[in-house]
């Protein structure tokens, strides 16, 4: 396979256009483009666009806009606009317009097939004026053609190509929309991108035995406690799942949810693991809970403390031990029933972050401190988390519990609490999952370097499409409908939207705590590309990777700068 490095002047101009464009070839939702591929050059294509601002309106043509390419002054028809764009504007205007993106027509037509482009397609259709009701259509023809044309896809290259002699865009929207994706989330889509070929299908012919992602036969059974741990004067809620099936021969499996979340944030995966003879205990931890959260919305306390990255995985523990003592109580339904010493941990966001500390990765505080005074965390709210953590007063912290085998941490936070060299210190088998659409834990910087740095036994889920929430049961999740998209965050794929990649969490997960029984290697088979792929579906294909290629290496790197 052949890459494009985005380096220097190419990523920066890059991050106007592409951005959007990056997006849409990435992840846009069910958009069948086969019947443009057809379309020969004499369709009337735009010549004049209109640009709005408000009540007023001024055309420009497509010579101007190309001269203004060469020159890098606005052209003299938009004179009007000039008093009242700000610097900023001008300046995205202008690099938009030069901006190319390297991807060819084939590729687009492979990667549109997404659930998260519907979202994004009608952001980028508010920003482009029709009388009739074609806009969406029109759009995606402007684009497979414009990626058709000798300069390949930019600005210009989509205005000539859209499938109508007038253009209209309302300026200021359009440039909300270019501004949409922060730059964590757009160097995403740019790997997204790279490993596009990857996403090929081919023929896998496998056949399996069993399917993961099918419930148990067992009924699963629930039950509440709410435990006390006076040495840090923490109350700590737990419910704990499990089913007739239980068996001192599987892990007892262990959920840590996400900040602002709740205990029953994965109660769907709990029961599906439930019923297939696994314990499950789901806790909440007050001190980032949404309890906590609420409180500090009303002003009563801080959004979460430093105490809070240390706490979290003290919880676990805690649990750990309580769960022994469970296990030696007479009369308990689960006494002398569960491997406390053969644990699993599945962590999400916040979660995932607590789950690499107890699988050995060490808390780097002085690495830390520094990014974060380089203002490194405004990137994404994942970042700005992390960065509380750098008023803790030592300069590591380890937190690994022997008793935990093995680790599964989605869309976690851990692109500067772990510094460079933290992550290296896992010592035990980790899955992590990243969503490429997501904006509050961006998959490049928080999932997918990390996971380069891990040493231990370690696979790379992607799931292309998905946002940070998809994998959130859907009961415990706020409706995104009203929800805006802004440069921070997006509305989330959540929901019957995301049903697709919940079912695959079910399989994979149980794939995963099974490679700590005696079942391991009838389970082994769906932790593999080829299970991925064919897992795969029309909204949402899947990935797992064991370690990235060299060249996805290089390209990493020169991406994010670090050589």
Known sequence: MQYKMLTGKNRKSLQVFAGVFCAIA?????????????VNSSVQAADTVVIRYGPLAESVSLDELKESVQTGKLPASLGIYTKRMTEEQRRFFLEGLKAKVPINVVTLDKLINTQIGTTILGDISTAITRRDQAGIQAMRAGLILGA????????????????????????????????????????????????????????????????????????VQTITLELNDQKRQRQIPLDIYWSTAISTNKPVIVFSHGLGSVGTDLRYLAKHLASHGYVVAALEHPGSNETSSNAAFNGKKRLVEPQEFLDRPRDISFILDELEKLNQTANNPLQGKLATNNVMIVGHSFGGGTALALAGGELQIDSLKQKCQQNLAQASLGAALQCVAQELPETTYQLRDERIKQAIALNPVSSLMFGETGLAKVQIPTLILASSADKTTPALTEQVIGFTK????????????????????????????????????????????????????????????????PEASQYAPFLTSDYAQIASTRLFPFRIVRELPPEIMEMMQSMTGNR
Request: aromatic share 8%.
């Open 454 to 517: 891990i040493r231990s036994p370690k696979w790379l889920v992607g799931v292309i499409g998905a946002s940070h929430l998809s994998v959130k049961d859907p009961d415990f999740t706020v409706d995104q409908s009203n929800i805006p998209n802004t440069p921070i965050l997006s509305r989330e794929v959540t929901g019957e939207q995301a049903k697709d990649v919940r079912n695959f969490l079910n399989g994979i997960t149980l794939a995963m705590a099974a490679q700590l029984t």
């Open 148 to 219: 058709t044309s000798p300069q390949g896809l930019s600005a210009l290259s989509f205005i000539a190509a859209y499938p109508s002699q007038r253009l209209e865009i309302d300026l200021p929207q359009t440039i909300n929309v270019l501004k949409g994706l922060n730059s964590a989330f757009f160097r995403t889509q740019q790997f997204m991108l790279a490993i596009s070929p990857q996403l090929n299908p081919r023929d896998v012919k496998v056949t399996y035995s069993l399917d993961p992602t099918q419930p148990g036969s067992a009924q």
């Open 26 to 38: 990435t992840i846009a939702e069910g958009i069948v483009l086969k019947p443009f591929f057809g």
